[in-house]
């Protein structure tokens, strides 16, 4: 907590233009000084590297290094001076703190972000239930009863939400959300290239990021045995669970895209049966989304509790739970198509889609956009001189 000559401190420093750093990254910045004189966990991860061209650490480096971590987990388990050690380092967790406080920050609109943070898990389930509810209530207005809830409509889903509607519905969501993750990740590029050198992307230091993200590089422990997890054994099954959930998430999205161009470009409206592109791009893809979430969840919940910030918990579980239940009930629906369970499946599985894309910019899924972003940086970064000229690089 402040102190009143700590406020009057960060006052002065307001007026004379400086920034001041929060409690997290502040405690960032300690641990920073301890690890540049240890040095120990160099080749780890992209991290150390990057952390050895700076001998201070102002906002915007803490906000880069913060989202260049991975949470791995390898510094923790190495360091001499972790916890119960009076130096108490435990870089992941400082650093998971300070990531934490960047998807709030750079959230747009800013009211919004912290509200996601405190409430993830709750917040994501009732939004998901009360939407899926809203369009129970539309079908049952609109056909005339309970009984339109439990019929058979002869298989379309246009019968029940005619397509104009659902375009009508989830256009102005998705846009929303793409605009809001834009604007948000526009300021932090903004903010981290001048700290990161200020050089322009080149198309090597592109490739090598795409690899490090399309990998999953940093979550390999640097030896290629894997991360931690609950303990300190190696394992890879949070690189795996993760590659399932983010490739199945792109299948899926991808599913949706080629239905929109089969509708508008081909003229042929949804259903679609296998072997057609969009149905096996759904399936396959709901499906790893399915294994993959529940794989992370499995994790999750055992995870050490050194390693990351309890307060992210909701926040983290919300998101894994939406996305989960966007896969399964998609896959469901699949199962219910000519069955009467057809209308409660599909306002299900709207109402989980909904609710996915209305908190996307402000929870988790900005993790993948700013580590992005912050590998970007740092393969500019590192392919100039060490202006400090003592580092590995
Ligand atoms: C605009 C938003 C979306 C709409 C209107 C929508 C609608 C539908 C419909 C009508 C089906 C049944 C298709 C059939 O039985 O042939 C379906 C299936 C499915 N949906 Fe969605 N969906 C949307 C977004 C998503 C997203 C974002 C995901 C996952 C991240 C997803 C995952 C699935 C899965 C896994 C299936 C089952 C496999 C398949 O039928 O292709 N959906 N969706
Ligand atoms: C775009 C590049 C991405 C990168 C570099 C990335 C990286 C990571 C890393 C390192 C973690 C573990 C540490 C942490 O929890 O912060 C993680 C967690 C997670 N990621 Fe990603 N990710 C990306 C995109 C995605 C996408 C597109 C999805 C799904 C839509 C996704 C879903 C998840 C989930 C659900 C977790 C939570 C696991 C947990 O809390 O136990 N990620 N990601
Ligand atoms: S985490 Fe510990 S062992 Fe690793 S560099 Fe920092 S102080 Fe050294
Ligand atoms: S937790 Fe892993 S990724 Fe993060 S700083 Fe430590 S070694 Fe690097």
Same mark, same amino acid.
């Given at each position: 907590?402040?102190?009143?000559?700590?406020?009057?401190?960060?006052?002065?420093?307001?007026?004379?233009?400086?920034?001041?750093?929060?409690?997290?990254?502040?405690?960032?910045?300690?641990?920073?000084?301890?690890?540049?004189?240890?040095?120990?966990?160099?080749?780890?991860?992209?991290?150390?590297?990057?952390?050895?061209?700076?001998?201070?650490?102002?906002?915007?480096?803490?906000?880069?290094?913060?989202?260049?971590?991975?949470?791995?987990?390898?510094? $923790?388990?190495?360091?001499?001076?972790?916890?119960?050690?009076?130096?108490?380092?435990?870089?992941?967790?400082?650093?998971?703190?300070?990531?934490?406080?960047?998807?709030?920050?750079?959230?747009?609109?800013?009211?919004?972000?912290?509200?996601?943070?405190?409430?993830?898990?709750?917040?994501?389930?009732?939004?998901?239930?009360?939407?899926?509810?809203?369009?129970?209530?539309?079908?049952?207005?609109?056909?005339?009863?309970?009984?339109?809830?439990?019929?058979?409509?002869?298989?379309?889903?246009?019968?029940?939400?005619?397509?104009?509607?659902?375009?009508? $519905?989830?256009?102005?969501?998705?846009?929303?959300?793409?605009?809001?993750?834009?604007?948000?990740?526009?300021?932090?590029?903004?903010?981290?290239?001048?700290?990161?050198?200020?050089?322009?992307?080149?198309?090597?230091?592109?490739?090598?990021?795409?690899?490090?993200?399309?990998?999953?590089?940093?979550?390999?422990?640097?030896?290629?045995?894997?991360?931690?997890?609950?303990?300190?054994?190696?394992?890879?099954?949070?690189?795996?669970?993760?590659?399932?959930?983010?490739?199945?998430?792109?299948?899926?999205?991808?599913?949706?895209?080629?239905?929109?161009?089969?509708?508008?470009?081909?003229?042929?409206?949804?259903?679609?049966?296998?072997?057609?592109?969009?149905?096996?791009?759904?399936?396959?893809?709901?499906?790893?989304?399915?294994?993959?979430?529940?794989?992370?969840?499995?994790?999750?919940?055992?995870?050490?509790?050194?390693?990351?910030?309890?307060?992210?918990?909701?926040?983290?579980?919300?998101?894994?739970?939406?996305?989960?239940?966007?896969?399964?009930?998609?896959?469901?629906?699949?199962?219910?198509?000519?069955?009467?369970?057809?209308?409660?499946?599909?306002?299900?599985?709207?109402?989980?889609?909904?609710?996915?894309?209305?908190?996307?910019?402000?929870?988790?899924?900005?993790?993948?956009?700013?580590?992005?972003?912050?590998?970007?940086?740092?393969?500019?970064?590192?392919?100039?001189?060490?202006?400090?000229?003592?580092?590995?690089?």
């Amino acid at each position: 907590m402040h102190t009143l000559e700590a406020l009057a401190r960060d006052a002065s420093a307001l007026a004379n233009g400086e920034t001041v750093l929060s409690a997290p990254e502040t405690e960032v910045a300690r641990q920073m000084q301890i690890c540049n004189a240890c040095r120990y966990c160099e080749g780890f991860c992209a991290v150390f590297p990057a952390m050895t061209r700076r001998l201070e650490f102002g906002k915007a480096d803490i906000h880069f290094l913060a989202n260049l971590c991975h949470n791995c987990g390898a510094c $923790l388990h190495a360091c001499q001076y972790a916890p119960p050690h009076e130096f108490a380092v435990n870089v992941p967790q400082a650093m998971a703190q300070v990531r934490g406080q960047t998807y709030v920050d750079y959230a747009w609109p800013p009211a919004l972000g912290g509200l996601y943070q405190r409430q993830g898990l709750t917040l994501s389930l009732a939004l998901a239930a009360g939407l899926a509810l809203f369009l129970v209530l539309a079908v049952v207005l609109n056909g005339q009863g309970l009984g339109a809830l439990w019929s058979a409509p002869g298989g379309s889903f246009y019968d029940l939400f005619p397509h104009n509607l659902l375009v009508g $519905l989830f256009a102005p969501v998705f846009l929303f959300a793409t605009l809001a993750l834009a604007l948000g990740v526009r300021r932090f590029w903004r903010d981290l290239t001048p700290a990161t050198s200020g050089a322009p992307l080149s198309a090597p230091a592109t490739a090598e990021a795409a690899d490090a993200v399309l990998r999953l590089k940093y979550l390999d422990g640097g030896h290629g045995e894997g991360c931690h997890n609950e303990d300190d054994a190696y394992t890879l099954s949070r690189r795996r669970f993760h590659h399932l959930t983010f490739y199945g998430f792109i299948l899926c999205f991808a599913a949706t895209s080629v239905a929109t161009l089969y509708h508008y470009l081909l003229g042929q409206p949804a259903p679609y049966d296998l072997p057609s592109l969009p149905k096996l791009l759904g399936a396959v893809g709901g499906v790893s989304l399915a294994l993959g979430t529940a794989g992370l969840w499995r994790l999750n919940l055992r995870r050490h509790p050194l390693l990351g910030d309890a307060a992210q918990k909701p926040m983290d579980r919300g998101f894994i739970a939406l996305l989960f239940l966007t896969a399964t009930s998609g896959l469901v629906l699949w199962l219910a198509r000519g069955t009467p369970a057809l209308a409660l499946t599909l306002c299900l599985h709207l109402g989980a889609v909904m609710a996915l894309f209305a908190t996307l910019p402000y929870g988790k899924f900005g993790h993948g956009i700013f580590r992005t972003a912050a590998l970007l940086r740092h393969a500019v970064e590192k392919r100039l001189p060490n202006p400090v000229g003592l580092g590995a690089d």
